[in-house]
């Protein structure tokens, strides 16, 4: 079993700054795809930003040149620096992980979610 423990949510200003942090725990061969997604209220979950093992980061164009998405294999972390913040960032967000197992099977994983209030 994987688990994913989000942190760094909170309340900030417009134009200011938020650093999430997701860690994966648990027994696993690898980890592929490491993602963050969002969800407002009254709205479908939507992808932020992702980035594969060795790969480039992709990011939703709501988002792209304010957010930046980095992992550390070596911890299995992955994080999201969020800049010049709006109040359509306002979400709850969701920590992704397509995770290889040791019998090589992938499964799909979620963290339990931070909140992130953008208001003034």
């Known amino acids: 079993q994987v688990q994913l423990v989000e942190s760094g949510g909170g309340l900030v200003q417009p134009g200011g700054s938020l650093r999430l942090s997701c860690a994966a725990s648990g027994s696993f061969f690898s980890i592929n795809y490491m993602d963050w997604y969002r969800q407002a209220p009254g709205k479908e979950r939507e992808l932020v930003a992702s980035?594969?093992?060795?790969?480039?980061?992709n990011y939703a164009d709501s988002v792209k040149g304010r957010f930046t998405i980095s992992r550390d294999n070596a911890k299995n972390t992955v994080d999201l620096q969020m800049n010049s913040l709006k109040p359509e960032d306002t979400a709850v967000y969701y920590c992704?992980?397509?995770?290889?197992?040791?019998?090589?099977?992938?499964?799909?994983?979620w963290g339990q979610g931070t909140q992130v209030t953008v208001s003034s």
């Open positions: 992704n992980a397509l995770v290889l197992s040791y019998s090589y099977s992938l499964s799909d994983y």
């Open positions: 980035i594969r093992s060795g790969g480039s980061p």
